[in-house]
Each structure stands twice: as C-alpha cells, then as structure tokens.
C-alpha cells in the first residue's frame, strides 16, 4: 500500500478535549459530516470555525495525495 492510499487522522485540542477525526480514502466526506455534527451540538466545545479549521486540514491532505498521485503518474 503507497503512503496516499493509507488512512490518516485530523486533529484539533481544545482546552482540555480533543477532537480526533480519522480517515481512509475516500471516507473523506463522512469525516466532514462528523464535523458538522460536532458543530451542532451545543454539549460539545466544538464550533464552525472549529469544524472549518478540520476540514481545511482535510482538504490540505487530499490535495498533497491528489499532487503526489500525479508525481507517480508521471514516472
């Protein structure tokens, strides 16, 4: 298995909690979805600017795997 095909993991601590969001390929749409949800509840120290700063971090890994996809196409 190459490296842009593992799962990988996003997260945010917050005070004294920590928001662990983990990823396979392809899986990134349900990470975001659990993202929103967090947002939503008003139980959890977790906001939108939360949420947008994790799913920023998802969208950095899935360019830099979309990049290193090319790299290897280009061999």
Not at 7 to 25: D, T
Not at 43 to 67: K, M, P
Request: hydrophobic share 40%; with cysteine; charged share 30%.
């Amino acid at each position: 298995m190459t490296k842009a095909r593992e799962a990988y993991q996003v997260s945010l601590m917050k005070g004294r909690e920590r928001f662990l969001v983990r990823c396979g390929p392809g899986n990134e749409e349900a990470a975001i979805a659990q993202l929103m949800h967090w947002a939503e509840n008003p139980d959890l120290d977790f906001d939108w600017f939360d949420a947008a700063v994790l799913s920023r971090q998802i969208n950095q890994h899935l360019v830099s795997r979309s990049v290193e996809g090319e790299d290897q196409t280009e061999d």
